[in-house]
């Protein structure tokens, strides 16, 4: 579920609220002048809030119902389980998957972790909820919580790999923030997005490279830590758990991939 905030609404509604997006917050055509006040602390579920922040600008009532349309088939393509192989590609002593999730882009974010352990799932993790954040900084969380984690297994002396879904988190901490840290942390065009956590995810990974790998899976490609990972996105959102934190629930894999996907 997700309150009607300012941030919520600065989202949805640039110059004027439409009929549908009206019907969405559960309001009548009459509540079009005061709809922010009227709407201001409703809940709304994940699915109507995304709807509401797509329509956004949308005055042509044909093309209002064909987002609608779509998007109901998107949801509906969404709520099929993924087929997945229990293909574990785990590398080393140690494998770790990460991944980031937001609903809506920005909106409620959160991050999970799937620790493999001589080939075996050993542990899962999830937190870093954010009530306003993005893909980005939730795939970027997840990433400096596997490197913490990796950190400790390197120490006792485990060969870590660690399977990232984001290219752009990826590349912040192996390619880009190289040139970054050369040019004073700046670069052409701009400041750089979520720089604060770059900069330590940074400083952590050129202790440990040595140690560990970081490598690139394809999202949702049907592994089985990719797939843990992206569940425990959604259980943080759940759960609204600011704090990174072990799942300490029974671990019952066929129950937690039939949980909420990102």
């Known amino acids: 579920m997700q309150k009607v905030t300012e941030a919520l609404l600065a989202l949805g509604v640039e110059r004027e609220i439409n009929e549908s997006q009206l019907t969405l917050l559960g309001l009548e055509k009459e509540d079009k002048q005061s709809y922010k006040e009227l709407s201001l602390g409703k809940e709304l579920s994940d699915a109507r809030a995304e709807l509401f922040v797509l329509l956004n600008g949308i005055n042509d009532k044909t093309l209002e119902e064909k987002i609608i349309a779509n998007y109901k088939a998107l949801q509906k393509f969404r709520k099929e389980v993924p087929q997945v192989t229990h293909q574990k590609s785990v590398e080393g002593d140690v494998t770790i998957y990460c991944d980031g999730g937001c609903t809506p882009n920005p909106g409620e974010s959160g991050s999970g972790v799937a620790v493999y352990k001589n080939g075996e799932l050993y542990q899962l993790w999830y937190g870093l909820y954010e009530p306003m954040g993005t893909n980005n900084t939730a795939e970027l969380g997840a990433l400096y919580e596997s490197l913490r984690l990796a950190q400790k297994?390197?120490?006792?002396?485990?060969?870590?790999?660690?399977?990232?879904?984001?290219?752009?988190?990826?590349?912040?901490?192996?390619?880009?923030?190289?040139?970054?840290?050369?040019?004073?942390w700046t670069k052409k065009g701009g400041a750089i997005k979520n720089l604060d956590i770059i900069k330590k995810s940074y400083a952590l990974y050129n202790e440990i490279k040595k140690d560990v790998q970081l490598l690139h899976i394809k999202a949702h490609a049907g592994f089985e830590g990719n797939e843990l990972a992206d569940r425990m996105t959604m259980y943080a959102i759940q759960e609204k758990s600011e704090a990174f934190v072990r799942y300490t629930q029974e671990i019952d894999v066929a129950a937690i991939l039939k949980m909420r996907a990102g």
């Open 153 to 184: 297994e390197a120490q006792n002396g485990n060969k870590v790999t660690i399977k990232c879904d984001s290219m752009y988190a990826i590349n912040c901490i192996k390619t880009w923030a190289i040139s970054w840290e050369k040019k004073g």
